[in-house]
């Protein structure tokens, strides 16, 4: 049998190697190695081919809201794939599968926000939320409107627009990024803020800086060439980090007063993850546009949408000519009805309430107990299912280790290899389970951690 199984494992490694090529990834140095197969999922838990159990403590990509194995969210895709597995909604059609979504959507949303249009990924959910601030502008008669702002750190995908509104800069040079018509400005990161030469300003003071930066940018540009904002109310994959209360307040205001439109990642921090439905609820942001994708389906279906603000629907809506965008599978019926039941179960399970009430605030405080001296760790950060352990050299100061991300990937492995996923980025730790996590799982989750911290502190000779 475990003959058997290191045969398949081995099988499928050397076909993979042949034949697949993975996103972000080095295939020479993935192939040398090869590549971890899982083969099932359950609640939290993933199996990979040769049997062993893994805790998924990062919900696949921050996206499997309702943990794995959902036999509703099964049965839903079922019932479609036999009704009606395919039609689209050119030509003046649509079907109740997507009709039913989108008004289901329209009532979880943030106050307004009473239409969306569909696509198949958070990226195409951006570039399709860039192109209708574009035609916005034009409608408006300011077709000088037309940079996009964004910030160091955001992730926001990999389309052209999408990777050029992104700000980790190592995604730009392979593709001769970003399009001109982009720009930056810093990330509320107070973890960070000592280095990028901040001084030793409080959070909120921080929170406060940054936000003015923001419009220190915008009068550079000139407001009148300003089309939009683009940020996720929490950056994920760049680190996850958490604005001070100070920063979003002041970043609406100053958007209200260029006329900026502001445009909310919420691909990440949506459905249910920061204790509200949507993050903009946590952080009291008013967004013209929203982009969500990843929990809007739990990751079971390939899904996304963009919904629109009272501002941009009334003009997108009664523009009177043909809006020409669109994709072949926007609103799928199989994907949309997968994400009509994963929206009925969050709701059935009380899920969002769960993470603001129960499990969020569990772990957070178990992390907290559990790394708030540790001599490695800088900083436990985190609001509902979202959580970072910063890794540092020196416990008490705000300072990296000179050699980025080596610290965490050594931690990340030990993870892997006593059964936890766990990402690093730099050399922060993250966590987002899924919103099912049980009280018991998420003690595995910082045990596992803990254990795989406390390993490579030793490693490093820091216990
Ligand atoms: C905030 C945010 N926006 C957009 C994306 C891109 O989504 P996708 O990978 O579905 O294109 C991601 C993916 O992680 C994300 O975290």
Request: charged content about 20%; overall charge negative; aromatic content about 10%.
């Amino acid at each position: 049998m475990v003959a058997e199984t290191h045969n398949l494992t081995k099988h499928w490694q050397a076909l993979d190697a042949a034949h697949h090529v993975h996103p972000f990834t080095d295939t020479a140095a993935l192939n040398a190695e090869g590549v971890r197969v899982i083969t099932k999922a359950d609640g939290v838990y993933l199996w990979d081919s040769n049997g062993n159990k893994i805790i998924d403590g990062m919900s696949g990509l921050w996206c499997v809201q309702v943990g794995y194995g959902n036999s509703e969210l099964a049965e839903a895709g079922c019932e479609a794939l036999s009704v009606l597995p395919y039609y689209n909604h050119f030509f003046k059609t649509s079907n109740p599968y997507t009709i039913e979504l989108a008004a289901k959507l329209a009532t979880l949303l943030p106050d307004g926000h009473t239409h969306v249009l569909f696509a198949n990924s958070g990226s195409e959910a951006n570039d399709t939320a860039l192109k209708l601030i574009r035609y916005y502008w034009n409608l408006k008669g300011r077709p000088e409107k037309k940079i996009h702002l964004s910030r160091e750190l955001a992730y926001h995908g990999v389309t052209f627009a999408a990777a050029s509104l992104s700000g980790l800069t190592p995604m730009h040079p392979q593709w001769d990024l970003p399009l001109p018509g982009f720009a930056k400005v810093p990330a509320p990161y107070w973890f960070g803020a000592e280095a990028a030469g901040y001084g030793d300003a409080t959070p909120e003071e921080f929170g406060l800086l940054v936000a003015h930066k923001l419009e220190d940018k915008i009068l550079e540009l000139g407001p009148d060439n300003v089309a939009s904002f683009s940020a996720e109310p929490v950056q994920g994959a760049g680190g996850l980090i958490f604005p001070p209360h100070s920063y979003w307040p002041e970043v609406q205001r100053i958007c209200a007063k260029y006329d900026v439109l502001l445009h909310a990642d919420e691909v990440i921090t949506g459905f249910g993850r920061t204790g509200e439905w949507f993050g903009c609820q946590t952080y009291a942001i008013e967004p013209d546009i929203i982009s969500m994708a990843k929990g809007l389906s739990s990751g079971y279906q390939p899904i996304s949408a963009v919904s629109l603000g009272p501002r941009m629907a009334d003009t997108l809506l009664n523009a009177n000519e043909e809006m020409v965008h669109g994709y072949t599978y926007s609103g799928h019926p199989v994907a949309c009805a997968v994400a009509l039941r994963n929206l009925e179960v969050i709701e059935r399970l009380g899920l969002v309430a769960r993470v603001k009430n129960s499990i969020g605030p569990y772990l957070q405080q178990r992390l907290r107990e559990a790394f708030q001296e540790h001599a490695l760790v800088g900083e436990v950060r985190g609001e509902g299912l979202l959580a970072a352990i910063e890794l540092v050299p020196h416990k008490g100061v705000r300072e990296f280790f000179p050699e980025v991300g080596q610290v965490g990937t050594h931690c990340r492995n030990y993870c892997f290899s006593s059964g936890l996923i766990s990402r690093a980025i730099r050399d922060t730790m993250v966590l987002a389970p899924p919103l099912t996590a049980t009280e018991s799982e998420v003690e595995e989750i910082v045990m596992k951690l803990k254990s795989a911290i406390d390993r490579t502190a030793h490693d490093f000779g820091r216990i």
